[in-house]
């Protein structure tokens, strides 16, 4: 029987090694233009103040416009305020900040709950005076303290008003 005019040829299905072949062939090309490709998916974003070094610098994905990567601000005269990671615009990961003359604020670990859409702190923190020394630190579970908490006061002596052991965020014992 003769071909229709205008048809096209028909294809078989070949062996499955040639099929197999060329999938392994088609997934590596893929692979690697993925890869490259990649770098090309954010771009770095710097905001500045007024006649200012940059004082926000981070990565915004060129898909979906989140903020991602690890993010820095500073204050105007450059000195770092905050740093840490950002994923789909939450803050994720080890979370740092310092106080206007260099030492260190806060640090601790922030995780997104998509319950809420926020990323509250969780697991241990740590917090210090503008001074250097430690101001506070405890575990945190859902963004609340929980357990032993221990603050102190400028000069170092233990802040016995507010130490104490604590649950849902609110004190239910002194410790």
């Given at each position: ?21 060329r ?14 490709f ?20 981070g990565?915004?994905?060129?898909w979906?416009?989140?903020d991602t ?12 305020r ?18 206007s ?7 601790g670990?922030?995780?997104?709950d ?14 210090w ?9 405890g575990i ?18 233990l802040?016995?008003n ?5 649950h849902?965020?609110r ?5």
């Amino acid at each position: 029987m003769a071909p229709l005019l205008g048809a096209s040829p028909v294809n078989f299905p070949q062996t499955p090694s040639a099929t197999a072949r060329r999938a392994r062939g088609t997934s590596a090309s893929i692979a690697a233009g993925v890869l490259a490709f990649l770098p090309a998916c954010t771009r770095e974003v710097q905001v500045a103040g007024f006649a200012e070094s940059p004082r926000i610098v981070g990565q915004r994905s060129r898909w979906t416009g989140e903020d991602t990567g690890t993010w820095a601000w500073s204050y105007p005269d450059g000195t770092a305020r905050e740093r840490g990671d950002l994923e789909d615009g939450h803050r994720v990961g080890t979370w740092s900040q310092w106080w206007s003359n260099g030492e260190r604020r806060s640090e601790g670990r922030r995780v997104f709950d998509a319950k809420t859409a926020s990323s509250p702190r969780e697991g241990p923190w740590c917090f210090w005076h503008p001074n250097g020394a430690i101001a506070a630190r405890g575990i945190y579970r859902h963004g609340e303290r929980e357990g032993a908490w221990e603050y102190s006061l400028d000069d170092g002596r233990l802040d016995g008003n507010q130490s104490g052991i604590y649950h849902d965020d609110r004190k239910i014992a002194d410790g």
